[in-house]
């Protein structure tokens, strides 16, 4: 009996252990995240604009919860200024097509 109860014991631990470790994980990779994402109020306007973001986008990024990933929100800005910029090609202009009317002769 004492074999089937280590037995047990150890499974409900590792049970415990799993979801406890994932969030740790989960928060370290968070903590790093939101590192990588301050060196970027490091970057002068124009380099935050070579890719796609300007200041108030880091610092709303920032701003978010700890357990948040800021480089998601980053993408999400980048994107949707993307689509901003993009604009629809011109219309090619279609000149008016203008029939040819030929001179009626006098009669006179």
Same mark, same amino acid.
């Given at each position: 009996m004492t074999r089937s109860a280590t037995h047990v014991m150890s499974l409900s @631990?590792?049970? !415990?252990?799993? +979801?406890?470790?994932?969030? /740790?994980?989960?928060?370290? #990779?968070?903590l790093q995240h939101r590192r990588e994402v301050m060196r970027l109020t490091e970057f002068d306007d124009r380099m935050l604009k070579d890719i796609?973001?300007?200041?108030?986008?880091?610092?709303?990024?920032?701003? @978010?919860?700890? !357990?948040?990933? +800021?480089?998601?929100?980053? /993408?999400?800005?980048?994107? #949707?200024?993307?689509?901003?910029?993009?604009v629809a090609p011109p219309a090619r202009s279609v000149r008016p097509v203008v029939p040819l009317v030929k001179p009626v002769a006098s009669c006179a």
């Open positions: @631990g590792a049970t !415990l252990l799993g +979801p406890m470790f994932r969030a /740790v994980v989960n928060l370290a #990779r968070a796609g973001l300007v200041r108030s986008d880091v610092e709303g990024a920032l701003a @978010g919860s700890l !357990l948040d990933n +800021p480089s998601l929100v980053l /993408v999400r800005c980048a994107e #949707r200024h993307t689509r901003a910029e993009r």
